[in-house]
């Protein structure tokens, strides 16, 4: 990370410090001077900081005056002063409201998502997770103090602080999340006055989290959602259509075919976006090792592999389907991703089966000569094809690699594959 990246995380950190902290030393939880001198300090840092990143960004310079005229760092500017050293010289005491005023610091706990969009490689999850994860415990925490500062409503004060917090805090969540219990209630109208709004809030705050969670377990799982999606509008269809319940069985295997192998997605429909190099670079990671166990291409320098890579184009096939036939112009070269294809002669007499990583049909490519041999999937079969044109259209480039095919052309016009 940048320099200002650990200089943000520093701004965040000292934001929840004195959102956790502060509150509890405004509602009389008594805390060791130095340990509030250190604290104090700690958010004078972090002020510090904040004015160094305000002029940081965008283009600000401190030499200018009216760079300074901004109540964001006027708050900064304030939050630097060492507040409880101020209360213990001028006031003689750790119990003064001037301490609300490093309650500005928090506001940049709101630059939590700014920060995380600076890194492109965080998981989506993770954009939603972290900023719920630190709003949410400290929105709780600081409507636990209120209602302690407020009397703590029938539970009253106790002796034992730490065990009126849990008790705030107890509130605070089933308060927060509508249940309200009624174990804990308000008895004087600020109380109550609070308590209402607490409940108001409450109301968007759940439905806010709700929301968020049942998005991110959607999202855990998106692929089965989508599948889901499309099987419910092909059944839909096929019903309104009144298809055969054989045909409808034969359409609900190929898509848990399409389930079981490729979650449900086509390769080439996530891929269209990006551009035709990154496409590229993504395919021949993907399909290299195909091509390198066909002769065609071992001599072949990489650059030419992945343009070749971005003129594979997807294709299924059911079992039973053929694939092309004896007699018919070879057009294309074909690439097994998974599934098995049985090579038939003339009489359909079986000739070969081929499996996953298998190429066949090659002569294509380099001879005009029909299909001597029919290919038939045995399963659902997913292959990848270079049509011929697309692959005569890449090679004008490369004349080395088009004088190595013209001669391995002629050495193999009597050749018998398919």
């Keep these: 990370m940048s320099k200002t990246q650990w200089l943000r995380i520093v701004s965040i950190g000292a934001a929840l410090l004195v959102g956790f902290w502060l509150p509890l030393r405004l509602i009389q939880f008594r805390i060791p001077l130095p340990i509030d001198v250190v604290m104090d300090l700690l958010i004078s840092v972090a002020s510090a900081v904040n004015i160094y990143l305000f002029f940081n960004e965008k283009d600000r310079s401190w030499r200018r005056p009216r760079d300074w005229l901004s109540p964001g760092l006027l708050a900064d500017a304030v939050c630097l002063l060492p507040l409880s050293l101020l209360e213990v010289l001028i006031f003689q005491t750790q119990h003064r409201s001037l ?21 492109d490689s965080l998981p989506p999850v993770v954009y939603r997770l972290v900023p719920i994860g630190l709003t949410m415990p400290l929105l709780v925490h600081l409507v636990a ?8 409503g029938t539970a009253g004060p106790d002796p034992d602080h730490f065990l009126e917090y849990v008790k705030a805090i107890y509130w605070s969540f089933t308060t927060l999340t509508t249940v309200g219990y009624g174990d804990i209630s ?208 890449v090679i004008v480039s490369y004349p080395k690699f088009r004088a190595h095919l013209e001669e391995l052309a002629g050495g193999r016009r009597s050749g018998k594959a398919a």
């Excluded at 610091?105 to 995380?116: P, Q, S």
């Design 99 to 119: 301490l609300l005023l490093n309650l500005l610091t928090i506001r940049h706990i709101w630059r939590i998502k700014a920060f995380l969009d600076e890194f």
């Design 145 to 152: 103090c209120a209602w302690i500062a407020l009397g703590s």
């Design 186 to 393: 308000a008895k004087t109208p600020a109380q109550m006055l609070f308590a209402s709004g607490v409940q108001v809030l409450g109301v968007g705050v759940f439905g806010f989290v709700l929301s968020n969670v049942a998005s991110l377990l959607s999202r855990m799982d998106a692929a089965r959602e989508h599948h889901m999606d499309n099987l419910d509008r092909v059944e839909t269809f096929m019903r309104s259509n009144r298809i055969p319940q054989e045909l409808r069985s034969k359409v609900r295997t190929y898509y848990h075919y399409l389930w079981k192998n490729h979650r449900g997605y086509q390769d080439q429909s996530l891929l269209q976006d990006l551009p035709a190099k990154m496409q590229s670079e993504l395919y021949f990671f993907i399909n290299h090792s195909m091509l390198e166990k066909v002769a065609l291409f071992r001599t072949a320098e990489r650059e030419l592999l992945e343009e070749l890579m971005n003129e594979l184009k997807p294709r299924i096939f059911s079992p039973g389907e053929k694939i092309f036939r004896h007699g018919d112009t070879g057009d294309a070269l074909y690439f097994i991703h998974n599934g098995k294809v049985e090579i038939l002669g003339a009489g359909n007499d079986l000739i070969a089966r081929l499996e996953d990583g298998a190429c066949f049909g090659e002569m294509a490519l380099v001879s005009d000569k029909p299909r001597n041999a029919t290919a038939r999937a045995e399963s659902f079969c997913h292959v990848y094809t270079l049509p011929k044109d697309a692959f005569e259209r």
